[in-house]
């Protein structure tokens, strides 16, 4: 069967794109589903290539039994045609992506919340928790289970 690649996308690559990532990958292995989907996650800043996830996430992440273990991956221009769903989780990220893909790989371009049930409308955003406090990470964390759990059932 042919794997739906799918890439996570946020600014740093550290806290909002790599929860996605280690939670639907999550997801994916406890359904069984595990060879219909390529995961992978990036930022469209190169700040953190290499790190870890931010510490304050992966608390976060730890409480509901998620190991985050990826490193910080900025996006590459092949990137556009290998993954076949490209999922920024804010209208800038969104903006940034589609300033830098060619023709039809635009299409591949659809903001993360856009599988959210709970979506107050087609811009919602995953906010960004950096420079906040921790009920930003657990507002995150909420956000993200829950659209990743509508996003495996829609695939
Ligand atoms: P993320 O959060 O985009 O969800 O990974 C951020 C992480 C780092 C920075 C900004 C946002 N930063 O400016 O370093």
Redesign the pocket.
Known sequence: MKKTKILFV?????????LAHAVFEDMVKKAGREDEFEIESC?T?A??VGSLP?ERMRAEAAKHGIEMTHRGRTLQVLDFEYYDLILP?DLSNKQNLLDKALGDDKDKIKLFRSFDPLAEDEYAEVP???YGGKEGFSNVYKIVERTCENMLKAL
Do not use: A, E
């Open positions: 946020c600014l740093g690559n550290i806290c909002r794109s790599p930022g800043g700040w953190h931010d989780m960004d928790p950096y």
